[in-house]
């Protein structure tokens, strides 16, 4: 029998289908018949980077991300990073194997290797939607919508298990795809009547990533400036003149969002991360802009709300507002960090981001870790379009960057990985993946000897810094033990030359640099400064 006409082979056909051109996974005894199936999956080390490599694919491309994982123990290594996933509203399809159905008893568990109780009820309180099926007629029928819920707004990671022989068997026929339904546009007059004559500031969130051209003709229209959320950035393009490209942490785009009569949300985001837990300054006036209703109520109630296709929403709301002259000031972005630049306290952070900014391409993608270092690129790197840095600020998942990055480069993008020595000790393993699969992958490790961050939180609090000092390997020999090339910089204003030189050599490499960097203001434990 062709093994790519089995199951697991119609599982990745399907996957591929929907824009997973690389599906990213880890073999197990249960779940071999995908790496018999035609093109198999790229091997990592552990169950919780495929997952996040994945999802860095997902965000660079903002096609379906997929993973297979085995059964058991490896399902559950990929919690943490399904609920990433989750938290960043990433169209991610997990599938798991379980025990064999031929073993499988109804109402116990009999101890069969790699067997619980439940498999699937570890994902539900994360997943958009979960698949159990069990035969391969069952498969037939489900694996489509799988994808198609993923990579429908408000999109999400979805679960799909499939038992060990059942993989193996031969696939049954792909029913054939329902015609998709038109979607109307909603709300429209009600939110150009809010609009009209206002002062408007512009919030571009993630969703919006893939409609750049039309917030930027909307705000055009409408004169008003765009702050991005993290998932946002470069909606549009930080050299746009409406683009503010700074956070909405610091005091000066703060100010603006406050000074506006109307903020007009585009593409969510409005949450806890991206404003200080609501306490964000903000106007009188709030619309928002959505592709589907979330699942959730918003914490902050809008005055009007436009549900439907992005392109077609903005364009409608453009055609009902009249036009309006630019009435926020120009060069903040440069006044803002100019001030960092000159600042003791931040001065070393921002010798990092103007290296970043000198080793990077258009076509580079920043993969930020949740580290002190991470939050200053993510933040303030500039953006010369979307998708283009991948950050996991939405559930706060550490260890996410190496992983995550993995998936940025298979889908062909030069990649900066900004990672702290804390949060790459839990990676670890996927330094082999770079150096077996060859991808143009730039590690950035600012190595402050521990969980810098944690160790700001304690000092800040007043308490003992404890838990938070750790033994770190000489990191540029342990890349050499990799196989992977690794170069030591003595500090940040030393980092410009060597990091673009690793940059453009377009293989796998490693840069040591230490640095104890005050956190940007995008920290919780600044918010209200």
Same mark, same amino acid.
């Given at each position: ?221 409408? *004169? ?9 950035? *470069? ?226 609090? *007043? ?67």
């Amino acid at each position: 029998m062709d093994e790519r006409a089995t199951v697991a082979g119609q599982v990745l056909d399907v996957a591929r289908g929907h824009g997973a051109g690389t599906v990213f996974g880890l073999p197990g005894v249960h779940n071999l018949a995908f790496w018999n199936a035609g093109a198999a999956p790229l091997v990592v080390r552990h169950e919780q980077a495929a997952v996040y490599a994945a999802d860095g694919w997902a965000r660079t491309t903002g096609r379906l991300g997929a993973a297979v994982v085995t059964t058991g123990p490896g399902a559950a290594n990929a919690v943490a990073a399904f609920g990433e996933a989750a938290a960043a509203r990433s169209p991610v399809l997990l599938v798991a194997s379980e025990i064999p159905q031929t073993l499988r008893r109804a109402g116990r568990v009999r101890g069969v290797l790699h067997e619980s109780r439940d498999q699937a009820a570890l994902f539900a309180p994360l997943a958009k939607a979960v698949f159990t099926p069990r035969t391969p007629a069952e498969v037939a029928a489900v694996a489509g919508r799988a994808a198609e819920t993923a990579l429908a707004h408000p999109r999400g990671p979805v679960y799909l298990d499939v038992p060990a022989d059942v993989l193996g068997q031969p696939a049954a026929p792909t029913p054939s795809p329902s015609a998709p339904s038109d979607v109307p546009v909603t709300g429209l007059d009600d939110a150009a009547a809010v609009l009209s004559g206002a002062r408007v500031v512009l919030w571009a969130g993630g969703d919006a990533a893939d409609h750049a051209d039309a917030v930027a003709a909307l705000a055009t229209r409408l *004169g008003a400036p765009v702050v991005a959320s993290f998932r946002g950035r *470069g909606v549009p393009p930080t050299a746009h003149p409406a683009a503010v490209g700074l956070p909405p942490h610091e005091p000066e785009p703060a100010a603006l969002i406050a000074a506006a009569d109307v903020l007009l949300a585009v593409g969510g985001d409005l949450d806890g991360m991206n404003t200080r837990n609501w306490t964000m300054p903000r106007p009188a006036g709030l619309v928002v802009v959505e592709a589907a209703p979330p699942p959730d109520p918003p914490e902050w109630a809008p005055d009007a709300t436009v549900t439907g296709p992005l392109d077609a929403a903005l364009a409608g709301l453009a055609a009902r507002v009249p036009a309006a002259p630019a009435w926020a000031p120009t060069g903040m972005r440069a006044t803002v960090l100019d001030r960092l630049r000159r600042d003791p306290a931040t001065a070393d952070a921002l010798h990092l981001l103007d290296a970043v900014e000198h080793a990077r391409t258009a076509d580079t993608v920043l993969v930020c870790d949740m580290a002190v270092a991470g939050y200053w690129v993510g933040g303030y790197a500039s953006a010369p379009g979307p998708r283009r840095l991948a950050y996991p600020v939405g559930w706060g998942t550490l260890g996410f960057g190496l992983p995550a990055a993995l998936g940025a480069a298979a889908a062909g993008h030069p990649v900066i990985a900004v990672c702290g020595d804390g949060g790459l000790m839990m990676a670890l393993g996927e330094l082999a993946t770079l150096v077996q699969e060859r991808l143009p992958v730039t590690v950035l490790v600012v190595d402050d000897g521990g969980y810098g961050m944690l160790r700001y939180d304690q000092r800040r609090a *007043g308490h003992p810094e404890r838990g938070v000092d750790l033994v770190t390997p000489d990191l540029p020999a342990l890349a050499a033990a990799f196989g992977l090339a690794a170069t030591a910089v003595g500090s940040t204003a030393e980092l410009r030359a060597p990091l673009a030189a690793a940059v453009a050599s377009g293989a796998p490499h490693l840069v040591r640099v230490p640095a104890a960097l005050t956190p940007p203001r995008t920290t919780s434990p600044r918010w209200a400064e």
